[in-house]
């Protein structure tokens, strides 16, 4: 059988096969002619063959499927994402709020956090977080000389009669880019003592 043969390599052209030669070479030979041929005409060169691209597809959708709830709501805007009640941000957010719910409250006291309970995120116009917190007075009472200047999370915790709890959920706005963070919404319930019964409780004797 004679076999055609082709023309030899210059710089910037491809060795083209001369007639018959494809029948002789298998796949891998038909492979490197077409890399040989990209290359001369400059076109970009790739080993993904037709073979190879359903599995490719097929492991690219499985990593997309595995990924947790979290990484697809922190990329969509208005999902929520849940946070761990120990990260610093959290902490950071907590004291805006708490700040703010100080300025506002009519109390003589100050209140501080005692136990973030959870917290969550929602991408908006900037981040809106929601928290749930236990705070508790302390024995720091407001006053003009100090004003807003009081760190609360020095001040020890009030006892006895003067002792008060409140189980709160607050709505934080943060805007990083524009230097803004304020509470925009909180509902605060008292904590009720363990060994304090609601009325009627128990039955009727």
């Known amino acids: 059988m004679v076999q055609g043969r082709g023309l030899p390599d210059r710089p910037g052209q491809a060795s083209l096969p001369g ?13 490197s002619l077409a890399l040989k041929a990209a290359r001369a005409a400059g076109g970009p060169l790739t080993t993904m063959t037709p073979r190879n691209l359903p599995l490719a597809m097929g492991l690219a959708l499985c990593c997309l499927l595995v990924l947790p709830q979290d990484a697809w709501a922190r990329h969509k805007l208005g999902g929520f994402q849940n946070l761990s009640p120990s990260d610093p941000q959290v902490e950071k957010v907590v004291q805006v709020a708490m700040a703010d719910y100080n300025k506002g409250s009519n109390s003589l006291y100050y209140f501080r956090d005692t136990n973030i309970l959870k917290a969550q995120r929602q991408l908006l116009a900037g981040f809106k977080y929601y928290l749930t917190v236990e705070m508790q007075s302390t024995i720091c009472p407001k006053n003009k000389v100090d ?11 009030a006892t006895g009669v003067q002792q008060e709890k409140l189980h709160c959920n607050f709505v934080v706005l943060v805007v990083s880019w524009k230097n803004i963070s304020y509470l925009q919404k909180h509902n605060c319930v008292h ?10 409780a128990g039955g009727r004797g």
């Open 19 to 31: 007639p018959g030669a494809t029948a002789s070479l298998g796949g891998r030979g038909q492979m």
């Open 147 to 157: 004003g807003n200047t009081t760190d609360v999370t020095h001040c020890p915790l």
């Open 191 to 200: 904590m009720e003592s363990p060994v304090e019964q609601p009325e009627g």
